[in-house]
């Protein structure tokens, strides 16, 4: 795993606030990504994290507190922040069902080319221009995910695997400094997990740090930087995968509080059961 | 899939050698247009005036068509070579579906004539043998071996036909032009059918829906549109010089006038697919931006019953107030009800175009400040003329002579064309594709760097100002303006109930699809004259039966195709592994 030598930080959210009514979704938590990171967000079911998720893209309005990309601070609109240079997938895929593979990466094109209505009526050799080269940047994408010889075919007639790829192409496509990658494993077998591991790396090999909630532990230890944990909406502890693997705190998030005086090994017991914990919990 | 099982040579429902059942179909066949040239009745009170030996009229021509359809389709599974390209697969479907449109146009005149003129003694001997042979015919079909075992392999379209033979560029640019010319003159024909003749009519929908599938399961529509995609072009080019020689081919005020009519539904239909079938934004108000348009058109148009009566504007300049004043509307309208979803934007919208019918009512001097002119709308509004062209009068063009709706039917066509062109480009762009995304999930869209609320009111103002052109032609075709027809269901076309329905019958999201469904629907009313009071009543059956068994429209776009039918292992075709070109080209013509 390689660290960064001079940390710029692509995220800053500060302070974060969620409040539902009486419901406090997520409560002040901290959280920086720096440029070249992979960082886990880890929590058990309800823990907020894709709340947080929501706040951080625009979806949400934090109620208290703000989220800054390289150092401005993020109006909190779904667009603009995706203008800004943050792409996210969703925890359901929510992809384009009826538009082909293809047109799902030209979308999220969107932000990064111009062409308005008239253009479009007009075809004018700028507007075939700007969209040869998108199509040449979408196939350039599809081929990095291994989709390209699919492009012609509906989304929808993709088997869920290649469905969050292509999530993970059409989110790239927007040209993000941060990609924020919502349980990009769910339901994936042992070897589609692999690979998507290797994905996300390939991602953040190309200058694009990502965020990651994840319930695969042995997915979320390998791959990040640091990880944070977040329980009942707020932020527990964050570090390194030892660190956050060590402490008692989180364990006893997953599994409940351990008795008094347990022998040393247990808590090396407690994590595996964890993992094994939260793979089953996947299903849901 | 449907095909023939081998292990038992397979029989057809009535018990025949399929020798003896293919010679059943031609011997009908033959029969079937021999009677054409017979007599069918003593009288000429029946309409069409089926009295003559050797001429076929009326409803005997649609019979003659179909018999030979037959006939054709028969001799195919005889394997007569030339013919090998109307039925590559060899199929029994087309066969069938051609014998029962026969079968359907032959015993339909039979029974017609002997309800109108009260009684079989009207029957002359040519109508027995009419209805004999088209029954033979049939019967012949039904024994011909069984395409599969449920009915519905008898009318769908088999998986087995072989892709086309490879023709010269020319030649593909000929069958291109045969087919555009052919449908030519079946519109033109069925557009020609007298409207006191409503029996001939109802003969032509039955010869149509038979026939057109009939060449359907052949799978030569399948063909017609890989060609067509090969000449894009070439194809559209030919599709409007068709249209544009529809008044030279229909040389008659009253059809001008009813094709008109159907390219201003169409076009604004086409607006409003733009705003339902791309965006998703279901819009219930949406003939009142046809209102304005026409409203804005008649109050410059000169007309002294204009409150700017001394204003006249040149034309091009009353088009771009039309569409000006409709894109301002529409901005108005959209701006704050297009952040509703779903039912609420539909309900919001019918109430916009309800309140500009009252409105416009209302503005009379009386009520309200004088502007409109009230229920008396603006009328004797005068004729357009372009550069000395007074679409008033006759015009002589090559021996021909165009009247003033043959005049306005070509006008009215370019602005089709125009809009034609807005709409396939604008589809097919970056601001298309965020139409669609928008329509597919909002959210996904949104976080994908799309303006939801920009990208929406784009897609309203366009499909506005799109009604408000054609509304600047329909003031002029139609001497004046009025607001009783801008309502939303009524039994006078332009209303949104009507739009609506055009788009939704036709397919959503296709250019054809609209325009399609809006000749149906104008059509239908005005030729089967006995429909009229139950005109909306029609709609409704028509309306659900078409979701029941295609809810994608008689047009399919591929996409909503795929939708619909995902369980239909035939329109399934990326799981099976066929290269994806030819799904691409087999599913857009549909």
Same mark, same amino acid.
């Given at each position: 795993m390689t660290t960064t030598t001079a940390p710029s930080p692509v995220l800053e959210a500060t302070g974060v606030t969620m409040r539902f009514g009486g419901l406090t979704a997520v409560r002040n938590v901290d959280l920086t990504v720096n440029a070249g990171e992979i960082v886990g967000l880890i929590g058990p079911n309800g823990a907020g994290k894709t709340t947080f998720f929501n706040c951080l893209t625009g979806l949400y309005v934090p109620t208290e507190g703000k989220v800054a990309y390289k150092g401005t601070v993020l109006p909190p609109k779904p667009h603009l922040v995706t203008d800004a240079g943050i792409a996210r997938t969703f925890q359901n895929i929510r992809l384009f069902a009826n538009m082909t593979v293809l047109e799902n990466v030209l979308v999220g094109r969107h932000t990064r080319t111009k062409e308005g209505l008239w253009s479009a009526i007009l075809r004018g050799p700028g507007f075939r221009k700007a969209e040869a080269a998108s199509r040449e940047r979408a196939m350039e994408l599809l081929e990095f995910i291994g989709l390209a010889h699919k492009a012609d075919h509906l989304s929808r007639n993709l088997p869920y695997g290649e469905q969050r790829k292509l999530e993970i192409a059409r989110a790239m496509a927007s040209e993000p400094g941060l990609l924020l990658l919502d349980e990009p494993t769910a339901g994936m077998n042992p070897q589609e997990t692999r690979a998507t591991e290797d994905?996300?790396?390939?991602?953040? $090999?190309?200058?694009?740090?990502?965020?990651?909630?994840?319930? $695969?532990?042995?997915?979320?230890?390998?791959?990040? $930087?640091?990880?944070?944990?977040?329980?009942?909406?707020?932020?527990?502890?964050?570090?390194?995968?030892?660190?956050?693997?060590? $402490?008692?705190?989180?364990?006893?998030?997953?599994?409940?509080?351990?008795?008094?005086?347990?022998p040393e090994d247990t808590a090396a017991a407690a994590v595996e059961a964890a993992e094994a914990h939260a793979t089953e919990g996947d299903d849901q | 899939m449907a095909t023939t099982d081998t292990t038992t040579p397979p029989r057809g429902l009535v018990a025949l050698p399929a020798t003896a059942a293919r010679a059943l179909v031609a011997i009908g066949a033959v029969a079937t247009i021999a009677s054409t040239f017979m007599s069918w009745t003593y009288t000429s009170d029946f309409p069409g005036d089926l009295t003559y030996y050797g001429s076929p009229a009326g409803l005997q021509i649609l019979d003659l068509v179909a018999g030979v359809l037959t006939l054709l389709f028969a001799l195919t599974l005889f394997g007569v070579r030339g013919l090998g390209w109307l039925n590559p697969a060899t199929a029994i479907q087309p066969v069938l579906l051609a014998a029962t449109s026969a079968f359907a146009v032959s015993w339909f005149?039979?029974?017609?004539?002997?309800?109108?003129?009260?009684?079989?003694?009207?029957?002359?001997?040519?109508?027995?043998?009419?209805?004999?042979?088209?029954?033979?015919?049939?019967?012949?079909?039904?024994?011909?071996?069984?395409?599969?075992?449920?009915?519905?392999?008898?009318?769908?379209?088999?998986?087995?036909?072989?892709?086309?033979?490879?023709?010269?560029?020319?030649?593909?640019?000929?069958?291109?032009?045969?087919?555009?010319?052919?449908?030519?003159i079946v519109f033109a024909y069925g557009v020609g059918v007298?409207?006191?003749?409503?029996?001939?009519?109802?003969?032509?929908?039955?010869?149509?829906?038979?026939?057109?599938?009939?060449?359907?399961?052949?799978?030569?529509?399948? /063909?017609?549109?890989?060609?067509?995609?090969?000449?894009?072009?070439?194809?559209?080019?030919?599709?409007?010089?068709?249209?544009? &020689?529809?008044?030279?081919?229909?040389?008659?005020?009253?059809?001008?006038?009813?094709?008109?009519?159907?390219?201003?539904?169409?076009?604004?239909?086409?607006?409003?697919?733009?705003?339902?079938?791309?965006?998703?934004?279901?819009?219930?108000?949406?003939?009142?931006?046809?209102?304005?348009?026409?409203?804005?058109?008649?109050?410059?148009?000169?007309?002294?019953?204009?409150?700017?009566?001394?204003?006249?504007?040149?034309?091009?300049?009353?088009?771009?107030?039309?569409?000006?004043?409709?894109?301002?509307?529409?901005?108005?309208?959209?701006?704050?009800?297009?952040?509703? /979803?779903?039912?609420?934007?539909?309900?919001?919208?019918?109430?916009?175009?309800?309140?500009?019918?009252?409105?416009?009512?209302?503005?009379?001097?009386?009520?309200?400040?004088?502007?409109?002119?009230?229920?008396?709308?603006?009328?004797?509004?005068?004729?357009?003329?372009?550069?000395?062209?007074?679409?008033?009068?006759?015009?002589?063009?090559?021996?021909?002579?165009l009247g003033r709706?043959?005049?306005?039917?070509?006008?009215?066509?370019?602005?089709?064309?125009?809009?034609?062109?807005?709409?396939?480009?604008?589809?097919?762009?970056?601001?298309? /594709?965020?139409?669609?995304?928008? /329509?597919?999930?909002?959210?996904?869209?949104?976080?994908?760097?799309?303006?939801?609320?920009?990208?929406?009111?784009?897609?309203?103002?366009?499909?506005?100002?799109?009604?408000?052109?054609?509304?600047?032609?329909?003031?002029?075709?139609?001497?004046?303006?009025?607001?009783?027809?801008?309502?939303?269901?009524?039994?006078?076309?332009?209303?949104?109930?009507?739009?609506?329905?055009?788009?939704? &019958?036709g397919g959503m999201g296709t250019v054809n699809g609209p325009i399609l469904g809006a000749t149906l629907l104008y059509m239908l009313p005005e030729k089967l004259s006995f429909l009229k009071e139950y005109q909306l009543l029609a709609f409704g059956v028509a309306l659900v039966l078409l979701m029941r068994f295609r809810p994608e429209g008689i047009i399919a776009n591929r996409r909503r195709q795929l939708e619909f039918h995902e369980s239909d292992d035939t329109v399934h075709i990326p799981e099976q592994g066929l290269p994806d070109s030819t799904v691409g080209v087999t599913k857009a013509g549909a």
């Open positions: 994905l996300v790396f390939a991602i953040r $090999d190309r200058g694009i740090a990502v965020l990651v909630i994840e319930h $695969d532990m042995r997915f979320i230890f390998n791959l990040s $930087d640091r990880v944070a944990c977040l329980v009942q909406g707020e932020k527990l502890v964050e570090g390194t995968s030892e660190v956050v693997q060590g $402490d008692e705190r989180v364990i006893a998030a997953y599994l409940g509080e351990p008795f008094e005086g347990a | 005149s039979a029974i017609a004539i002997a309800v109108d003129l009260k009684g079989l003694v009207a029957l002359d001997p040519g109508a027995y043998i009419a209805a004999v042979g088209s029954a033979i015919a049939l019967v012949g079909a039904l024994a011909l071996p069984k395409p599969g075992d449920t009915f519905k392999d008898y009318v769908t379209k088999p998986d087995n036909i072989p892709p086309a033979a490879k023709l010269p560029a020319w030649g593909q640019r000929l069958v291109i032009t045969a087919a555009t010319a052919l449908a030519l007298d409207p006191d003749a409503s029996e001939t009519f109802l003969g032509y929908i039955l010869l149509v829906v038979f026939g057109t599938w009939s060449l359907f399961t052949a799978g030569l529509f399948d /063909r017609f549109a890989q060609l067509n995609a090969g000449h894009k072009g070439f194809a559209t080019s030919m599709a409007f010089l068709a249209a544009a &020689l529809f008044p030279f081919v229909e040389n008659n005020e009253h059809n001008s006038n009813l094709g008109v009519n159907i390219l201003v539904v169409a076009t604004v239909a086409l607006g409003l697919n733009i705003v339902v079938g791309l965006t998703g934004l279901l819009d219930l108000g949406y003939v009142a931006f046809l209102g304005v348009g026409a409203y804005a058109a008649a109050l410059v148009s000169g007309s002294e019953f204009s409150r700017f009566s001394g204003v006249q504007f040149p034309f091009w300049a009353a088009m771009l107030t039309g569409m000006l004043a409709s894109l301002v509307f529409g901005v108005l309208i959209g701006a704050p009800t297009l952040r509703l /979803r779903g039912d609420y934007l539909a309900i919001v919208t019918l109430g916009f175009g309800e309140i500009f019918r009252i409105t416009v009512n209302n503005l009379d001097g009386t009520s309200g400040p004088n502007l409109t002119n009230g229920p008396n709308g603006i009328s004797m509004i005068p004729d357009l003329n372009i550069f000395g062209f007074n679409f008033g009068s006759n015009h002589d063009i090559g021996g021909f002579s709706f043959a005049n306005y039917f070509l006008l009215m066509l370019l602005i089709t064309a125009i809009v034609v062109l807005v709409f396939t480009r604008a589809a097919d762009s970056r601001i298309g /594709r965020s139409w669609i995304a928008i /329509r597919e999930d909002e959210t996904a869209a949104t976080a994908m760097g799309i303006n939801g609320f920009r990208v929406k009111l784009i897609a309203f103002a366009l499909g506005a100002s799109l009604a408000g052109l054609a509304g600047t032609v329909s003031a002029h075709v139609g001497y004046s303006v009025n607001p009783a027809p801008y309502q939303f269901a009524g039994s006078v076309p332009p209303n949104s109930a009507f739009l609506l329905a055009a788009v939704v &019958l």
